[in-house]
């Protein structure tokens, strides 16, 4: 972390690098962090973070819109991970994909509770149309870091999968994020 905040703490960046990680405990949770009332060469450290971890966000999703996801698990898991892994709140994003399987948009259709989130499959299926998708990724995240899907998690995937089906669209997979990976419910064998 020293390095990343070299060009915005100098010679400092050791101790203010170690000064962040005592605050806050960890990168997570310097990202995650309400900076406003740090210090200024702190809160500077932070946004400079920040704004690095905004960079790889958008690099992971140029490699998205550059490959075909049907064969890359692996990518689709990091970006998952990535973007969604470490929210406190249960989110439902979905990846809409072309016909050559690469991203179009991701959406964050929901965001809920620790514990739980709801969403329309119709919103779902309306914005396949609106970004002319050809098929979907839907993902949701679990924040107490359990990665089984729930029995109502793979009963609403195969009633998403089923109205995917009915309108023509390929139901990819349903991923379950956790801050430390995910589980793709088409590789466990649920779908």
């Given at each position: ?66 490959t075909m996801l049907l064969d890359q698990p ?18 439902v994003r979905i990846l809409y994909l072309d ?93």
């Amino acid at each position: 972390m020293a390095a990343l905040i070299r060009p915005i703490a100098g010679h400092d960046s050791e101790q203010v690098a170690a000064e962040l990680i005592a605050t806050f405990g960890g990168l997570r949770q310097i990202l995650n962090a309400d900076a406003s009332s740090l210090p200024d060469r702190l809160r500077s450290s932070v946004n400079h973070l920040r704004q690095t971890e905004e960079l790889f966000s958008q690099l992971l999703r140029e490699q998205l819109q550059e490959t075909m996801l049907l064969d890359q698990p692996a990518l689709v898991e990091k970006y998952l991970t990535h973007e969604m892994g470490s929210l406190s709140v249960e989110q439902v994003r979905i990846l809409y994909l072309d016909s050559s399987y690469r991203l179009i948009k991701d959406y964050v259709a929901a965001s809920g509770t620790r514990w739980k989130v709801r969403v329309e499959i119709s919103k779902i299926l309306r914005k396949c149309i609106l970004f002319d998708a050809s098929a979907i990724i839907i993902a949701h995240n679990h924040p107490s870091s359990r990665w089984k899907p729930t029995a109502k998690d793979i009963e609403s995937t195969h009633i998403l999968a089923e109205a995917s089906r009915m309108l023509s669209i390929e139901f990819i997979d349903h991923w379950i994020v956790t801050e430390d990976g995910a589980l793709s419910m088409r590789a466990a064998g649920l779908l």
